[in-house]
């Protein structure tokens, strides 16, 4: 067994604070064996996301949702996982226009597609008179 101690992020007060001047959410007992990293976590009835880690200690966020049976999300801004509600910032950096992420959030494997929308846009080059009768 093994003790992790978990921090909520929304605890520290800025990117630099120090993990000394926080005060932990929760200190639990583990297996050695365990690995929070890219995994829901549940606590009581809300699910976090592991979003830093120094030793045995991590900063967790809550999850936006948490559903098993949701497969699919459409018309988002960036690829989006369904089941936890986590969204891959900088999605546009991601080459080709489908390919598969391992969610930050949860962990699933995640297959995506770049949705391209058309559009036309149009300028008058040379104007023609209607006939008049
Ligand atoms: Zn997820």
């Known amino acids: 067994m093994k003790q992790i101690k ?4 929304d605890d520290f007060k800025s ?5 000394k001047d926080v005060k932990p959410f929760r ?7 365990t690995d929070l990293w890219e995994r829901a976590i549940r606590l009581d009835d809300t699910y976090y996301t592991i979003c830093a880690k120094q030793g045995e200690n991590y900063q967790i966020e809550e999850l936006p949702s948490y559903d098993l049976n949701k497969e699919e999300t459409f018309g988002e801004d960036e690829i989006k996982c369904p ?4 969204e891959i910032s900088d999605s546009w950096e991601c080459e080709d226009d489908g390919g598969e ?5 949860c962990g699933s494997i ?4 770049r ?3 058309v559009t036309y846009s149009t300028t008058v ?9």
């Open 83 to 86: 089941i936890c509600g986590y």
């Open 110 to 113: 995640l297959e995506w597609n």
């Open 15 to 19: 990117w630099d604070t120090d993990w």
């Open 101 to 105: 992420e391992v969610c930050g959030g």
């Open 115 to 117: 949705v391209v929308e």
């Open 27 to 33: 200190i639990l007992s583990v297996s050695d064996d």
């Open 6 to 9: 978990l921090y909520l992020k």
């Open 125 to 133: 080059k040379e104007k023609t008179r209607a006939i008049r009768l």
